[in-house]
Structures are given as C-alpha cells and as structure tokens.
C-alpha cells in the first residue's frame, strides 16, 4: 500500500510560501522563539519530532541531506543532530551523525524520532538502507531501514552500531516511528511494511550478551477480518505491560485504520484486542501517529482524514466495562485557518491542555501549533498558531515537546529561507515561547 508519509518525503510541493516572517534567530516579540535552519549540508526536511535532554539540549533527525549522496540517495540520506544554545542564546547545530546508505550497510531516510537510554545513548529506525534487500515490495532506495544506536564519546564524537537490519520478509520493512523501552531494556516498534501478511508488524528487539540484537515479531497484522494494516506510529505501554499503538488503514471496509492493544500471555505469545475501528465519520481517519495516555487510562491521538470538517480530527478512546471503548471527538480540523491533516500526535501540559500541529491549514496553508483545551461542559475548545513559510518553516509533519520552562519544539519540513534545498527550503527546528498560543482562536 502506498505511504502517505512517504508522498510528503518525495513528493509534496508546498501549495502556498508567504514572505512573512514566524520566527527569527532572536526573540523580537512576545511569544515568537527561534528557529534553526537546515541548509541541506547539515539536514533537509526534517520530519520527527525532537526529545530533549536534561541540559536543554535538543536531539532529532532529518529525513534527507546530510552531505552521503549515495547511489541510492541523490540528495543525502539524512543526519541525526544535537541543537543547543550558544553564548548568545541562538541556536546552534552539530551533526552527530551522517546517514550512508544501503551502499555502506548503513540506514536512509530517518523520519522517526530518537530516544535516550539511561547512559545516554541514543536509539532509533530509518525507513530505508541497510545492507540487506528487501524481499518484498520494498522502497526503490536500497534496503528496508534499520534500528541504530548512536554512543556518545568522551570527545564529543558519536559512534553508530547498527542493531538490526529489515529485510521486508516476515520481519517487516520500511520502519517509520520511534521506539520504546521495557523496564528491561528490550526494544519496542513498529514497521510499517512487510510481515507475515505484508501488512507491517509490531516488533521486539532483545539484546543478547553477544552484543547482537534478536527479532520477535509480536503480532503480525493482516489486514483482514477487521484486522489493521500498516502501522505507522508509535507504541506506548500500560501500567501493566501491555502494548497500544494504531494502524493508519486496515480494519474492514472502511479500511480507515484502528487502534489495538497487545497483552502478553504464556511463553511470551501476544494477543492483539482491537479498540477502535474509523470510519471516516465524524471520529476521523487514518490515525497516523502513536497515542498517549491520561491519569486516568484515557488514550488521545490524531486523523489526518475526515472528521466533521474533512481535514482530520483530535478523538479520545475511553474504557468501560466489558472491555469496550468509547470514542469521543475532541476538534475536527476544517482544513482552513484551523488547521488540516495532524499527523503527529498529542501531549498534555500539566494543567490538562492538548498540544499539537498539522501539516496544513492556517492562514497560509503552512500548516498550525494547535493547543486544545477543555472546557466546564465537555467541550475542547482550539487555540491555533499559525505558521507562515518563510522564516518560521512549513508543514510540521510531527508532535511537539516542552521543554522546563514551558516553551514548545518542533520541526518543520520546509521553510523559504534558502533556495540550497530547491523553492520549498531544507525546514527548521522552530520555539514557541510559553504564552505563545494566545489569540487565533477557532472554536
């Protein structure tokens, strides 16, 4: 099945770049941060979302550029990068690594965003390159992505162990989200691709004391009998161990994607349980991200498609009893100043708001930093940040994060501050100041 994601890699040109200015490299008004910008060398368009370490240092990756243009990267195969402040209070980049590509064995096209382990390593997936071909229908760059370690030295240097290679067989392909740790220190993710059904997987890496990294596929989808289909984002775990993530189709006829969960059961065999089926109604579809939980065992996320406005929707799924749950729509996007196609996902701030972006919308069509905030009689009321190309970028295709003080990162795909990545510029990593999303409202 055709990747959504994948179209707005390769594909998509931006429908409108106004002149206006977003951001700078200096605070100039109340609410406008920063943004830091790619010039292709260092990174071109950056499409995860960025975590953030215990210094204020922000950590990410860009899905092109890089300097490696490989036999099968024509415009770089994408770097991993650090961003911190200067003495100045700018934004300063270091590339800590350069992707290579299927040529060398290494990962292309990274567009998940990174984790940190408690030594401070970091861990990630691309969705292409790697030193095995893919066995299926596999993307035309060479290899079906890989999961990477980068290990910080006392020298500031990086170092990359590849922990494993997809192959798009029964091991799935073509991995798109980031990945998650279990107590124990096993790796969790999904591929988007391949599988036993060639419908994509959610997956276990185990370390052994080899130093190698073993494969268990946990659940295979099938993309029948209601079943889901290429999972895309993320997944997050319970108190108790279980596994929740959506698929971006599959599940029927509607084939607008769901939401499951997986329990673990003897000899470490997991069930799947599926929550949600969309389709295409008011509640959205095609849930491109992973979810998040609230205190109170609520999962939140995003639709890219329908909704009652047509541009996608921000839902909640609330437990009952026999294991039923409930769906409630939170916003529908009207793909106008609003915003238009979320596809990243939601995180709360502590006084029980929603944050994220779209894609599109806004009045430019640039796409929007959106807060949702509840109100007395169960309605959410939208605040929307309108993001304008020029110097601020355009088209944020992933969540934000906080960081200590309040302030919101994130990355844009393209900004029109430099032609060195063509019209549509290389993108940004972007602030929002606290009290930034204040006005633009559209309830």
């Given at each position: 099945?055709?990747?959504?994601?994948?179209?707005?890699?390769?594909?998509?040109?931006?429908?409108?770049?106004?002149?206006?200015?977003?951001?700078?490299?200096?605070?100039?008004?109340?609410?406008?941060?920063?943004?830091?910008?790619?010039?292709?060398?260092?990174?071109?368009?950056?499409?995860?979302?960025?975590?953030?370490?215990?210094?204020?240092?922000?950590?990410?990756?860009?899905?092109?550029?890089?300097?490696?243009?490989?036999?099968?990267?024509?415009?770089?195969?994408?770097?991993?990068?650090?961003?911190?402040?200067?003495?100045?209070?700018?934004?300063?980049?270091?590339?800590?690594?350069?992707?290579?590509?299927?040529?060398?064995?290494?990962?292309?096209?990274?567009?998940?965003?990174?984790?940190?382990?408690?030594?401070?390593?970091?861990?990630?997936?691309?969705?292409?390159?790697?030193?095995?071909?893919?066995?299926?229908?596999?993307?035309s760059q060479g290899g079906c992505g890989v999961v990477f370690e980068l290990t910080p030295a006392a020298n500031g240097e990086w170092t990359e162990t590849i922990l494993y290679t997809f192959t798009d067989g029964n091991d799935g392909g073509v991995?798109?989200?980031?990945?998650?740790?279990?107590?124990?220190?096993?790796?969790?993710?999904?591929?988007?691709?391949?599988?036993?059904?060639?419908?994509?997987?959610?997956?276990?890496?185990?370390?052994?004391?080899?130093?190698?990294?073993?494969?268990?596929?946990?659940?295979?989808?099938?993309?029948?009998?209601?079943?889901?289909?290429?999972?895309?984002?993320?997944?997050?775990?319970?108190?108790?161990?279980?596994?929740?993530?959506?698929?971006?189709?599959?599940?029927?006829?509607?084939?607008?994607?769901?939401?499951?969960?997986?329990?673990?059961?003897?000899?470490?065999?997991?069930?799947?349980?599926?929550?949600?089926?969309?389709?295409?109604?008011?509640?959205?579809?095609?849930?491109?991200?992973?979810?998040?939980?609230?205190?109170?065992?609520?999962?939140?996320?995003?639709?890219?498609q329908g909704g009652g406005g047509g541009g996608g929707s921000v839902f909640e799924l609330t437990p009952g009893s026999g294991g039923i749950w409930t769906v409630t729509t939170l916003h529908n996007f009207s793909e106008h100043a609003d915003g238009?196609?979320?596809?990243?996902?939601?995180?709360?701030?502590?006084?029980?708001?929603?944050?994220?972006?779209?894609?599109?919308g806004g009045v430019e069509n640039d796409g929007v930093v959106f807060r949702l905030t509840p109100q007395a009689d169960g309605q959410w009321t939208e605040t929307a940040y309108h993001l304008t190309g020029g110097n601020g970028g355009a088209d944020?295709?992933?969540?934000?994060?906080?960081?200590?003080?309040?302030?919101?990162?994130?990355?844009?795909?393209?900004?029109?501050?430099?032609?060195?990545?063509?019209?549509?510029?290389?993108?940004?990593?972007?602030?929002?100041?606290?009290?930034?999303?204040?006005?633009?409202?559209?309830?």
């Amino acid at each position: 099945m055709q990747n959504p994601r994948f179209a707005v890699v390769l594909n998509t040109a931006l429908a409108s770049l106004a002149a206006g200015l977003l951001f700078t490299a200096v605070v100039v008004a109340a609410g406008l941060g920063q943004a830091y910008h790619f010039d292709g060398h260092n990174g071109h368009q950056p499409q995860a979302g960025l975590v953030i370490d215990s210094a204020g240092n922000l950590y990410g990756t860009t899905a092109e550029g890089g300097g490696h243009k490989g036999r099968k990267c024509p415009e770089g195969c994408g770097v991993a990068f650090e961003i911190g402040l200067d003495a100045n209070g700018e934004f300063k980049e270091k590339v800590i690594h350069r992707f290579s590509g299927s040529d060398n064995g290494d990962g292309a096209l990274p567009v998940s965003g990174l984790i940190f382990d408690s030594a401070g390593n970091l861990y990630g997936t691309t969705a292409q390159g790697g030193s095995t071909a893919c066995g299926g229908s596999g993307p035309s760059q060479g290899g079906c992505g890989v999961v990477f370690e980068l290990t910080p030295a006392a020298n500031g240097e990086w170092t990359e162990t590849i922990l494993y290679t997809f192959t798009d067989g029964n091991d799935g392909g073509v991995p798109q989200a980031g990945l998650i740790f279990d107590g124990a220190g096993n790796l969790y993710g999904t591929a988007g691709g391949g599988g036993a059904n060639n419908a994509g997987v959610v997956f276990e890496l185990t370390p052994q004391a080899n130093g190698q990294w073993n494969e268990t596929i946990l659940h295979a989808f099938s993309n029948s009998g209601g079943d889901g289909a290429d999972p895309f984002g993320g997944l997050i775990f319970d108190g108790a161990g279980n596994l929740y993530g959506t698929t971006a189709f599959g599940g029927g006829a509607s084939n607008g994607g769901i939401v499951f969960e997986l329990s673990s059961g003897a000899n470490n065999q997991w069930s799947e349980t599926i929550l949600h089926t969309f389709a295409y109604g008011q509640e959205g579809a095609v849930p491109m991200a992973g979810l998040t939980f609230d205190g109170a065992g609520n999962l939140y996320c995003t639709t890219i498609q329908g909704g009652g406005g047509g541009g996608g929707s921000v839902f909640e799924l609330t437990p009952g009893s026999g294991g039923i749950w409930t769906v409630t729509t939170l916003h529908n996007f009207s793909e106008h100043a609003d915003g238009n196609e979320p596809f990243g996902g939601v995180i709360f701030d502590g006084a029980g708001n929603l944050y994220g972006t779209t894609r599109e919308g806004g009045v430019e069509n640039d796409g929007v930093v959106f807060r949702l905030t509840p109100q007395a009689d169960g309605q959410w009321t939208e605040t929307a940040y309108h993001l304008t190309g020029g110097n601020g970028g355009a088209d944020p295709v992933a969540g934000v994060v906080f960081d200590s003080v309040g302030n919101l990162y994130g990355t844009a795909e393209y900004d029109s501050s430099s032609s060195a990545c063509g019209t549509n510029g290389c993108g940004v990593v972007f602030r929002l100041n606290s009290g930034a999303l204040q006005g633009h409202r559209h309830d």
